[in-house]
């Protein structure tokens, strides 16, 4: 992978036509070593948020060892890049023969069910495979609500009472059993995460088993940009919901369980930006060449502001406007098609045109990840970068960035 200083060298040397992701590992060790000091247990990277075996990598050297798998080739992924590390099957409802392969051919002994057909699946394939269930954790997950960019608890999730009867059958069978939970991604109220565990509380009092685990799941917020033309919401930091959350599993009697969490977003998020040139200046809009079929489609379903930067093309000799006004430009993606408009303006200089680059920060998470090859646009072109997205480059560029907009 070519190495550069940051996205404007990048830009400049290259003058990219297409897409170019720009990978920070150690901005990703950086924050992924942040959670983990953070959090008071196991921490397991969820995979579907981005599974790039750069990522993976990264993340093992950073002290990884626990990783939050979804289907067989997300598990394949890890065992290639990490052999040694633990992967923890949560997805709640799943293929038997899935079940199977976790379990036979990679050797995985954590995971989740939602449903009493999800037991069955998981018992026929212990029995055929001969495996002690006491060797085996099976978590049940939890309905929960909550307000999050993303909720997910109209999908999965056994109610309270339907959890207990869960837990207890599991317990008869001789698995060992956890709770765990899943807020959603992006969560906007740190009082999610209480709720969800005094819920979790409720089924541990009626349940004859013991807990032998708790995972809160993922859901921790990413930062991002704040469009100044609107209400700023107030978002605690990381370290505030952390430090919240300590004092939640501790009054809800859950300290002396063995933890477990399912960050993805908050670890990966600034672990990329994004070099996108702009195709098409009209007027106040800007067509693109991403969309979001390819690396924008999270900030589309999620409304999220990212946060830009203007990198001029020095080519353009003549320009139009005052750099230093900063104004929002409704964003065009690059399909042919009209529902590939971002729903959240870029702020930029007024005086950005045809041909100019643009470096979209913060865009690690769920980005590459959800890429498809709709109308033959597939970014996939990567270089490394050295300093992180907010440090360094023109002021004006982070007019949409949280700590800029003040
Ligand atoms: C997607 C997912 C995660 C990761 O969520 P983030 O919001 O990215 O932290 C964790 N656990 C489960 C079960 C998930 O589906």
């Known amino acids: 992978m070519q190495r550069f200083e940051n996205a404007r060298e990048a830009a400049l040397a290259l003058r990219p036509d297409d897409p170019v992701y720009c990978f920070r590992p150690e901005v990703l060790k950086q924050d992924c070593r942040a959670f983990m000091s953070m959090f008071p247990g196991k921490t397991a990277y969820a ?14 050297e950073a002290g990884v060892t626990g990783f939050d798998v979804a289907s067989p080739a997300e598990i394949a992924e890890v065992r290639a890049v990490a052999p040694d590390a633990e992967m923890l099957y949560m997805h709640p409802v799943k293929a038997q023969s899935h079940i199977r392969l976790a379990m036979e051919d990679y050797g995985i002994r954590v995971i989740v069910v939602d449903h009493e057909d999800e037991i069955t699946k ?9 495996i002690d269930p006491g060797t085996v954790t099976v978590f049940v997950r939890l309905q929960t609500k909550g307000s999050a960019a993303y909720e997910l608890s109209k999908k999965y999730g056994a109610g309270p009472a339907a959890a207990v009867e869960l837990i207890d059958r599991l317990a008869r069978a001789g698995f060992k059993v956890g709770i765990c939970f899943h807020v959603g991604s992006q969560i906007e109220d740190p009082d999610t ?22 995972d809160v799941g993922g859901g921790f917020p990413a930062e991002y940009g704040h469009d100044p033309n609107r209400r700023q919401p107030v978002m605690p930091s990381l370290e505030e919901i952390m430090t919240r ?23 990966v998020a600034r672990a990329y930006s994004l070099i996108v040139r702009v195709l098409l200046r009209k007027g ?9 079929w390819a690396s924008l489609s999270d900030s589309w379903t999620g409304k999220i502001t990212l946060p830009a930067r203007f990198i001029p093309d020095p080519a353009i000799r003549h ?36 041909g100019d680059w643009i470096e979209i920060g913060h865009i690690g998470a769920y980005s590459l990840s959800l890429r498809t090859r709709f109308n033959g646009f597939y970014p996939d072109t990567f270089v490394e970068v050295t300093t992180p997205f907010d440090e360094g480059g023109m002021p004006e560029g982070f007019a949409s960035l949280e700590t800029m907009a003040d």
């Open 319 to 354: 320009r139009n406007g005052d750099q230093k006004n900063i104004v929002p430009f409704k964003v065009c993606g690059a399909t042919c098609d009209s529902v590939d408009i971002l729903s959240r303006p870029f702020w930029l200089p007024e005086t950005v045109d045809t």
């Open 193 to 214: 995460y209480e709720r969800a565990l005094a819920s979790a509380a409720w089924v541990r009092s009626r349940v004859k088993a013991e807990i032998a685990a708790l």
């Open 245 to 267: 959350l300590r004092t939640d599993i501790d009054e809800w009697g859950f300290s002396g369980t063995p933890l477990v969490a399912e960050p993805g977003r908050v670890i």
């Open 284 to 292: 106040r809009r800007l067509y693109i060449n991403d969309g979001i």
């Open 122 to 130: 998981v018992t026929r394939v212990v029995r055929a495979l001969d």
């Open 47 to 60: 995979v579907k948020t981005n599974g790039e075996p750069m990522v993976l990598k990264a993340l093992a």
